[in-house]
């Protein structure tokens, strides 16, 4: 227990997804004792941090930066700091950094406290809203650009359960004039805008969802996908 305290203590934090509103009592309360915040966008952190009057040194730490700040937290938790590690949005090591540094602290600090703050994620926010039977399902995250793609598009258009994937704006048609190559009677859930003022579900076949879509001025926010193969 002493070693505990003496080690620190890395506190994974989720933050929202686009509403400000939803992050945890214990979140800000972590955010606010901490010693120092590590986060992938320090402006973004920042628009948060201002939201709720707090004033801290953050610092960035993003995919290309992760495994080079490590040993500088790993230090950090040594001295006895409190780290706050938070991402962009949602929580932390979903499709996000986050799980290099844990596995790094894991392995030079077995004692350490690393605790979860849970909150959002635009996966599960999706899949609570969906209606789709979530018993079980597969989370692709983000599909490969290139190399693998057909293969995962040929493993989605086989699943017997639900696949949740996460696209962007620009990507999105795209996904989907792909997925009704390959699967055109699939049921396709896509959750826009999470949280935001434009938040929306749109539910149908993957050329209906494209055909609604294209009709918009331009096709804008975050998504995820669930599809359906075997409906
Ligand atoms: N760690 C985050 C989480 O727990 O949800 C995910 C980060 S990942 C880099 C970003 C992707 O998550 C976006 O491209 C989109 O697919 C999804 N996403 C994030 N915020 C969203 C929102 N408000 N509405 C819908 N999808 C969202």
């Given at each position: 227990m002493e070693q505990e305290m003496a080690q620190g203590k890395l506190s994974v934090i989720a933050t929202p997804i686009?509403?400000?509103?939803?992050?945890t009592f214990r979140g800000l309360w972590n955010l606010k004792e901490a010693n120092v915040i590590y986060a992938e966008d320090t402006r973004v952190i920042s628009k948060l941090l201002t939201h709720y009057g707090l004033r801290k040194s953050v610092f960035r730490l993003d995919a290309a930066t992760e495994t080079k700040k490590a040993a500088e937290i790993i230090a950090r938790l040594e001295a006895g700091e409190h780290v706050a590690l938070v991402s962009?949005?949602?929580?932390?090591?979903?499709?996000?950094?986050g799980a290099r540094l844990v596995a790094a602290v894991r392995e030079a600090l077995p004692e350490a406290k690393i605790e979860a703050i849970p909150g959002p994620s635009a996966l599960t926010a999706a899949l609570s809203i969906s209606?789709?039977?979530?018993?079980q399902f597969t989370f692709l995250g983000f599909l490969p650009h290139k190399k693998g793609r057909q293969t995962a598009l040929k493993k989605i258009a086989g699943a017997e359960y639900p696949v949740v994937l996460y696209e962007s704006p620009h990507r999105i048609l795209k996904l989907l004039k792909e997925l009704n190559a390959v699967a055109p009677h699939a049921r396709v859930t896509i959750a826009r805008e999470?949280?935001?003022?434009h938040e929306e579900v749109l539910v149908g076949a993957p050329l209906e969802i494209a055909e609604t879509l294209e009709k918009k001025k331009a096709v804008r926010g975050e998504f995820v996908v669930i599809i359906e193969a075997k409906n």
């Open positions: 686009g509403n400000l509103g939803d992050i962009d949005a949602g929580t932390p090591g979903i499709s996000d950094p209606g789709a039977n979530m018993e999470l949280t935001k003022i």
